[in-house]
């Protein structure tokens, strides 16, 4: 009878000790998301890998991102070919090379889904990843660690999970497929400013804008 008593009594300590550190954990994290939210205006560069199944080497992409609050993300593809696409909450731009709007469509699920996860992470909109995610956190020794897992059924056919690793800036997202294949974006050289210049401003918008002058 006293063993069993000693065994309920670790047992519930472990749980106590475990609830604490999991509320701490998400103390700290959240903490560190509400800094990460508070940039206006971010930009800085980022490297793409993706390894797919069947091929024995990633295929490497780089670029350059632009988050401006509530206006959208800014994501142009340099290497090794043009693409650029700017993710507002409705739809996305397509730009050409030459710097124009090429056109403006309804986001596919995939497309709607990685926009989303971006403009939430740099925005540190925890409640528009629970509305898609379940959200998992997680202390990190550089910062904070983020595991998201699909809601939606017919997400959930497609992704298995994606991790996203970050400090006072969003570092790294994993996308994880069902299939095995693996996307890696790393961001770098992140910096802050309280508006984008007059040239990248346009880039949010299809037709000149007031909030560019």
């Not at 401006?68 to 507002?88: C, D, L, N, S």
């Not at 925890?126 to 897992?149: A, I, N, S």
Request: charged share 20%.
């Amino acid at each position: 009878m006293i063993c069993r008593q000693r065994l309920l009594g670790t047992i519930l300590s472990i749980v106590f000790y475990m609830l604490t550190f999991c509320a701490q954990a998400d103390e700290v994290v959240n903490g560190m998301m509400t800094q990460l939210g508070k940039s206006a205006y971010v930009e800085g560069k980022f490297i793409q890998e993706r390894y797919l199944q069947g091929f024995s080497r990633s295929l490497v992409s780089s670029g350059t991102f632009l988050y401006w609050q509530e206006k959208g993300v800014y994501w142009e593809i340099q290497k090794p070919f043009f693409h650029a696409v700017t993710y507002r909450d409705s739809d996305i731009i397509h730009w050409g090379s030459n710097g124009k709007p090429t056109e403006v469509i309804k986001t596919d699920i995939v497309q709607k889904l990685v926009s989303r996860v971006i403009l939430a992470m740099l925005s540190a909109n925890l409640e528009r990843l629970e509305e898609q995610f379940y959200v998992e956190t997680k202390p990190d020794p550089q910062g904070w660690f983020m595991v998201l897992r699909p809601k939606l059924k017919v997400v959930a056919q497609i992704i298995q999970h994606i991790d996203v690793v970050g400090g006072k800036y969003l570092q790294q997202i994993d996308l994880m497929a069902v299939n095995g294949d693996k996307t890696v974006i790393a961001f770098v050289n992140t910096e802050e400013s309280p508006q984008p210049s007059k040239e990248k401003c346009q880039h949010f918008f299809v037709k000149p804008n007031q909030a560019c002058l």
